[in-house]
């Protein structure tokens, strides 16, 4: 089965760095678009960036010239550096792929199970 499994979560500082992974695995034709989320407590899920299976990217204005997506296509993952960490970034981080099954010709939307990041003093 088609699935993503996030890694590299954990406690920084403020003004830190951590570097977020996060790798498809199973039966897969293609992935598509890939993004990461975040969800803190209490707040709504919001999207942190995007990356098309082209390269192009896409961020939310509050994490822009900090967080840097990329992707390795023929290791299936997409990685999120996050630097100069704000306390603003505590959050659960999913990882979220469009991704076509090598059975099936829809393309689909597949979650990671998350990985948190604490950003504390």
């Known amino acids: 089965q088609v699935q993503l499994v996030e890694s590299g979560g954990g406690l920084v500082q403020p003004g830190g760095s951590l570097r977020l992974s996060c790798a498809a695995s199973?039966?897969?034709?293609?992935?598509?678009?890939m993004a990461w989320y975040r969800q803190a407590p209490g707040k709504q899920r919001e999207l942190v960036a995007t990356?098309?299976?082209?390269?192009?990217?896409k961020y939310a204005d509050s994490v822009k010239e900090r967080f840097i997506i990329s992707r390795d296509n023929a290791k299936k993952m997409v990685n999120l550096q996050m630097n100069s960490l704000k306390f603003a970034d505590t959050a659960m981080y999913y990882c979220?792929?469009?991704?076509?099954?090598?059975?099936?010709?829809?393309?689909?939307?597949?979650w990671g199970q998350g990985t948190q990041v604490t950003v504390s003093s």
């Open positions: 979220n792929g469009i991704i076509r099954p090598r059975s099936f010709s829809t393309w689909s939307p597949y």
């Open positions: 990356i098309s299976s082209g390269g192009s990217t």
């Open positions: 199973g039966k897969i034709f293609s992935i598509n678009d």
